[in-house]
């Protein structure tokens, strides 16, 4: 029988966010397949059709999109080429490949917005190791950020360097790099974008505060502590960003602003985010029902924001790996507006993300009380 939602939509990538794209449109009975290379992906368990396979193993790809209508990934580290085919062939991919591409590679992405009039930090490229002298010549700064190309992710494959290691011959990497200003100071927002290619509508800004350890955020406010002028100027700059990408789907603008007040992008993820998590319960529509919406056709939904939100992840600690039990359950229940997520990983691990929560305020004072109360006690803890 053929279910009001028809297509079946194929996601590369079986993660946590996947699992909550598919947990977004359950009540719809909306089908999905999914491929990953972990054979107990968080998706696995609601996938139609689970294909064990490395990301990048176009055969398997290609199998996702026989079997699928259309197509979407949660993750950047993908087989783009196999995908760019596919497209090319007809296949419905969203966001589209020719994104992907620009944005897998970190020094395509920045010579994207310095081609379009979209304000980022100062950059260089650096192809081999030799170059990072030369690179740095046209960089300001004592700390300078070095970033690989191709294949970081939370915050891996990103250094803050002192300009002296460079120059004493101590390069960060030894692959194609970027080489990038530091914004020194700077306030860290995102804002999430939707388009359905016609229409392109933003979430409110949400702010993020960063584990200087872990490199990771770990947790998120929103509404941000932004007047009006600066939160319209961010969202008209993501609007111009993935309208310039010509962007069909969901993205999250990654912006940093100076003390005075500049705003400059530093990256974009064409999926849902981490720093949207909170939309779920705090949005009206959130990130992941608007990204079903996209790819099955139907109008956006409203993005406002019903109440304050803080939101932050369960990481995995330190010196604990496997199983792992949660504490603190209790105390948490108890308190109002507590919203949790577990992302159904059977293992943990130092700095794997395991899950996240959500508290839910009259006022942001009041959902970030409760939500340091929460922290306190919530942990993840050896079994
Ligand atoms: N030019 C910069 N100036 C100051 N801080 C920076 C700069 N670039 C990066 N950072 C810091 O490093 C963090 C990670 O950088 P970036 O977002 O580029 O990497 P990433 O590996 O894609 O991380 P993630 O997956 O967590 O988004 C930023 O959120 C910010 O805190
Ligand atoms: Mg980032």
């Given amino acids: 029988m053929k279910q009001p939602f028809h297509p079946v939509i194929g996601i590369i990538g079986g993660g946590q966010l996947g699992k909550m794209l598919i947990e977004s449109a359950m009540s719809w009975n909306v089908q999905y397949n999914v491929i990953d290379p972990d054979p107990n992906a968080s998706c696995k368990a609601y996938a139609k059709t689970f294909i064990n ?15 699928s209508d259309i197509l979407t990934y949660e993750i ?36 994207f917005y310095i081609d379009n009039g979209l304000p980022t930090a100062n950059f260089q490229l650096v192809q081999k190791n030799k170059d990072w002298k030369e690179a740095l010549s046209h960089i300001n700064g004592e700390k300078v950020v070095a970033k690989l190309c191709k294949g970081g992710y939370d915050g891996k494959g990103v250094a803050i360097v002192n300009r002296s290691e460079i120059l004493s011959g101590n390069f960060p990497f ?17 804002v999430l974008v939707g388009s359905n290619g016609i229409e392109t509508i933003t979430w409110p800004c949400v702010e993020m505060h ?38 069909k789907g969901i993205f999250a603008v990654e912006l940093f602003i100076t003390p005075s007040g ?11 985010h981490n720093s949207g998590h909170h939309t ?25 924001l019903v109440k304050p939100a803080v939101m932050i992840n369960l990481i995995g600690p330190e ?15 108890d308190i109002p ?16 993300k395991m899950g996240h929560y959500t508290v839910m305020g009259d006022s942001i004072e009041t959902a970030r009380t409760n939500a340091l109360k929460i922290k306190n006690v919530l942990k993840i803890s050896a079994l």
Avoid: W
């Avoid at 993908?78 to 590679?105: F, H, R, W």
């Avoid at 500049?262 to 849902?272: F, G, H, M, T, Y």
């Avoid at 779920?280 to 406002?304: F, W």
């Fill in 76 to 111: 950047e580290h993908v087989n783009t080429e196999a995908l760019l085919e596919l497209e090319k062939q007809g296949k419905i991919i969203i966001p589209s490949p020719k994104i992907l591409s620009i944005i897998q590679d970190k020094g395509l992405q920045k010579q």
């Fill in 174 to 190: 030894d692959e194609p790099s970027i080489i990038e200003e530091f914004v020194s100071e700077c306030r860290e927002i995102a």
């Fill in 210 to 247: 960063f584990d200087p350890t872990l490199n990771l955020v770990d947790m998120l406010f929103s509404p941000a502590n932004l007047d009006q002028e600066t939160e319209n100027k961010a969202c008209n700059i993501a609007i111009a960003a993935i309208k310039a990408l010509n962007g």
């Fill in 280 to 304: 779920i319960e705090a949005c009206v529509t959130s990130q992941y029902e608007q990204l079903n919406r996209i790819l099955l056709n139907l109008p956006l939904g409203n993005t406002d």
């Fill in 337 to 352: 507006g507590f919203y949790l997520h577990l992302y159904k990983k059977e293992e943990t691990r130092p700095g794997r």
């Fill in 262 to 272: 500049d705003i400059l992008i530093n990256e974009i993820a064409p999926r849902p």
């Fill in 319 to 333: 010196m604990v790996s496997g199983n792992y039990k949660l504490t603190g359950l209790e105390t948490a229940m």
């Fill in 53 to 67: 396979s490395d990301l990048k193993d176009k055969e398997a790809i290609f199998k996702l999109a026989q079997i």
